[in-house]
């Protein structure tokens, strides 16, 4: 079963920056896509961020400009920078690894860490 764990979240002011860090359980060359969602008190989960195994990454236009996601295949790790953050930011925030098996995409999550930036 693959495990995701993420870790880094935490309190932080407006303005400032937090690192979020993504460990898989096996190696992530066999995702096709990892990424970061948010999910807001009463807001449906959303995409913040993805990267595909060739790099290729993509990000929400609210985060664009100030959000990166990386990935280190040989640490089984995926990152995501987080600078000049606000207070819309605030949100359980989840690690996705997403997988072709066949015909079938299996989506794995981890079990999400809390992002709350005062104002």
């Known amino acids: 079963q693959v495990q995701l764990v993420e870790s880094g979240g935490g309190l932080v002011q407006a303005g400032g920056s937090l690192r979020l860090s993504c460990a898989a359980s096996?190696?992530?060359?066999?995702?096709?896509?990892m990424g970061w969602y948010r999910q807001a008190p009463g807001k449906q989960r959303e995409l913040v961020a993805g990267i595909t195994s060739d790099g290729i990454t993509n990000y929400a236009d609210s985060v664009k400009g100030r959000f990166t996601i990386t990935r280190d295949n040989a640490k089984k790790m995926v990152y995501l920078q987080m600078n000049n953050l606000k207070p819309e930011d605030t949100a359980v925030y989840y690690c996705?690894?997403?997988?072709?098996?066949?015909?079938?995409?299996?989506?794995?999550w981890g079990q999400g860490t809390q992002v709350t930036v005062s104002s």
């Open positions: 096996e190696t992530i060359f066999s995702f096709n896509v």
């Open positions: 996705n690894a997403k997988r072709s098996l066949g015909y079938t995409k299996v989506d794995y």
